[in-house]
T-cell receptor
Framework: ETGVTQSPTHLIKTRGQQVTLRCSSQSGHNTVSWYQQALGQGPQFIFQYYREEENGRGNFPPRFSGLQFPNYSSELNVNALELDDSALYLC??????????????FGPGTRLTVL | AQTVTQSQPEMSVQEAETVTLSCTYDTSESNYYLFWYKQPPSRQMILVIRQEAYKQQNATENRFSVNFQKAAKSFSLKISDSQLGDTAMYFCAFMEGSNYQLIWGAGTKLIIKP
């Protein structure tokens, strides 16, 4: 069974640029959630995709957008990057569509640095 | 809005000791779930233990157990016989039953000393 993978591992961008982060969910999982974890803080929920539809969104501006593909992999896109977007971006997959109690399995994260 | 508070930024104990990490939360909901996650240095976030609010019995997973006090909105994690591999950031998280969004605390850095 393949775990959750994320790419790239590290990324450096400049303010104003756009970035795409990718996540491959664990086999059998139909739900992907994205989190932003600033240094020294707990993760903050960005949004969740269930069966290719957005299934909830946290307090993030519209320049944070996402996609989920038929194979349940997912992308997080961030436009007009700001310095405060520098963080570890975590992806988690689960079969939450059946129960919110189901465990979320996390990827290793993508470290984004905005200069 | 739901909030999760972890009041201990850092804790340090000797190997084999027992340690308790604190977590309080605020919600007006009756149907919710609570979780403790562990994030080792440079490694992936993993689930330690979880509790459904309607279950009065405290969850236990090997050396890890919780003290769930629903009226006090408290959900502490006890680690017995601590091991060097328990060194990590520990996050308490909350999920409302009808909303699959995880709300996280700021974390407690736990250091197990040899």
């Amino acid at each position: 069974e393949t775990g959750v993978t994320q790419s790239p591992t590290h990324l450096i961008k400049t303010r104003g640029q756009q970035v795409t982060l990718r996540c491959s969910s664990q086999s059998g999982h139909n739900t992907v959630s994205w989190y932003q974890q600033a240094l020294g803080q707990g993760p903050q929920f960005i949004f969740q995709y269930y069966r290719e539809e957005e299934n909830g969104r946290g307090n993030f501006p519209p320049r944070f957008s996402g996609l989920q593909f038929p194979n349940y992999s997912s992308e997080l896109n961030v436009n007009a990057l700001e310095l405060d977007d520098s963080a570890l971006y975590l992806c988690a997959s689960s079969s939450l569509g059946t129960s919110p109690y189901n465990e979320q399995f996390f990827g290793p994260g993508t470290r984004l640095t905005v200069l | 809005a739901q909030t999760v508070t972890q009041s201990q930024p850092e804790m340090s104990v000797q190997e084999a000791e027992t340690v308790t990490l604190s977590c309080t939360y605020d919600t007006s909901e009756s149907n919710y779930y609570l979780f403790w996650y562990k994030q080792p240095p440079s490694r992936q976030m993993i689930l330690v233990i979880r509790q459904e609010a309607y279950k009065q019995q405290n969850a236990t997973e090997n050396r890890f157990s919780v003290n769930f006090q629903k009226a006090a909105k408290s959900f502490s994690l006890k680690i017995s016989d601590s091991q060097l591999g328990d060194t990590a950031m520990y996050f308490c998280a909350f999920m409302e039953g009808s909303n699959y969004q995880l709300i996280w605390g700021a974390g407690t850095k736990l250091i197990i000393k040899p």
